[in-house]
């Protein structure tokens, strides 16, 4: 099974920019999916932002014009760059990538970064 591992959460005022990165122990090239799920206390988990194989990208509302998602098939990596950071964007931020299981897909999922926005 793939690991992934997020890293670069942490407090930023509102207004400022974070990128999040997922490291996966494997070859992300053959995922069909990556996205960035976000889960705030007392919420459901939702999609912040998805981005397929083919380097189609999809956005919620809340975040379109200021997150930008991205990957790097060198590096096995993917991104989340979040700029003009709001205190509702607060939340546990989580990779998922739908990986090749031998003939089905599966969701696999890393352990979250906190990411808080407050002055």
């Known amino acids: 099974q793939v690991q992934l591992v997020e890293s670069g959460g942490g407090l930023v005022q509102p207004g400022g920019s974070l990128r999040l990165s997922c490291a996966a122990s494997?070859?992300?090239?053959?995922?069909?999916?990556m996205a960035w799920y976000r889960q705030a206390p007392g919420k459901q988990r939702e999609l912040v932002a998805r981005i397929t194989s083919g380097g189609s990208t999809n956005y919620a509302d809340s975040v379109k014009g200021r997150f930008t998602i991205s990957k790097d098939n060198a590096k096995n990596t993917g991104y989340l760059q979040m700029n003009s950071l709001k205190p509702e964007d607060t939340a546990v931020y989580y990779c998922?990538?739908?990986?090749?299981?031998?003939?089905?897909?599966?969701?696999?999922w890393g352990q979250g970064t906190q990411v808080a926005v407050s002055s």
């Open positions: 998922n990538a739908a990986v090749w299981v031998g003939p089905r897909l599966a969701d696999s």
């Open positions: 494997g070859s992300i090239s053959t995922m069909p999916t």
